[in-house]
């Protein structure tokens, strides 16, 4: 299978950062703020390798680092340290020597990303509609009744009306917003999309919803995805392999199955345990 994206030793520090920050924090010292200079380690060395059409989950409690994670491939957070390579086509990226107008055309055409907040994702002054078009006017879409019949049909694809494309996502339910995120990130056809806890605060059936969707897209487009969510309904249906994340640190790594089955950390055996 080919791989798409390659991450190596991930760190970020939010702060001044010391020479002690890392030694002083992760699971081991029970907490991610360094008791010398007071900064927060959010990450640390974390590695990891994607592959085409494959989910990845991470998994872990408020305050892990998932999150942090994909901030940072998806150029909405610096990282302190580490290297990642995004493999496109032909083409190896270095994502974190890209400057910034390539970072930007890599978010618009080649990345995708759904926030657990659709006020990130989404822009609240324009319509659903518009919400798409805004992203297919990046790519090679130029004329309105195209990009009006694109939009429509991502919408439609994401179970929102056709006939709602007008309306503000004011007007839907963080259900309906979600899925016009996921239509929004699509609109580009990138290999590679993120996924921030995009089911928390949903109803359980909105979820259910959600999930399928998801699964549905990655199986018809061969979508690459990265899963970071607490949830692990969400990682036992989504993720063939699974990153837990404790405290900015990677403390177990493998198959899905296996971690849910048979964890080897006592942390991923609490977790596990907590959920049965």
Request: with cysteine.
């Amino acid at each position: 299978m080919k791989k798409i994206l390659e991450v190596r030793g991930l760190s970020k520090i939010h702060g001044q950062g010391c020479a002690h920050c890392y030694e002083s924090t992760g699971p081991e010292m029970d907490t991610n703020l360094c008791p010398h200079c007071g900064s927060v380690v959010a990450a640390h060395g974390v590695s990891f390798e994607l592959h085409a059409g494959e989910i990845l989950g991470i998994m872990g409690e408020s305050g892990s680092g998932k999150s942090t994670v994909v901030k940072t491939l998806f150029f909405d957070d610096a990282p302190s340290a580490g290297e990642a390579v995004f493999f496109d086509g032909e083409q190896q990226r270095s994502l974190f020597a890209l400057n910034a107008a390539e970072q930007r055309w890599l978010r618009n055409h080649r990345f995708g990303m759904v926030y657990q907040n659709p006020h990130l994702g989404l822009n609240f002054n324009v319509s659903a509609g518009g919400n798409i078009a805004e992203r297919l006017l990046m790519s090679d879409l130029t004329h309105y009744g195209q990009i009006r019949e694109r939009a429509s049909m991502l919408l439609a694809r994401t179970e929102v009306l056709p006939e709602r494309m007008d309306e503000s996502p004011k007007q839907f339910s963080g259900g309906m917003q979600q899925r016009v995120q996921i239509a929004k990130a699509l609109a580009t056809q990138p290999p590679l999309l993120f996924l921030d806890e995009v089911t928390t605060g949903l109803d359980l059936s909105v979820q259910a919803r959600i999930l399928d969707l998801i699964l549905e897209i990655q199986q018809e487009l061969r979508t690459a995805m990265i899963v970071v969510t607490h949830d692990l309904g969400v990682i036992r249906l989504l993720a063939g392999r699974t990153l837990v994340m404790k405290y900015g640190r990677v403390i177990e790594s493998g198959l899905t199955d296996q971690i849910l089955e048979d964890p080897q950390h006592a942390y991923t055996q609490r977790l596990v345990a907590s959920a049965l």
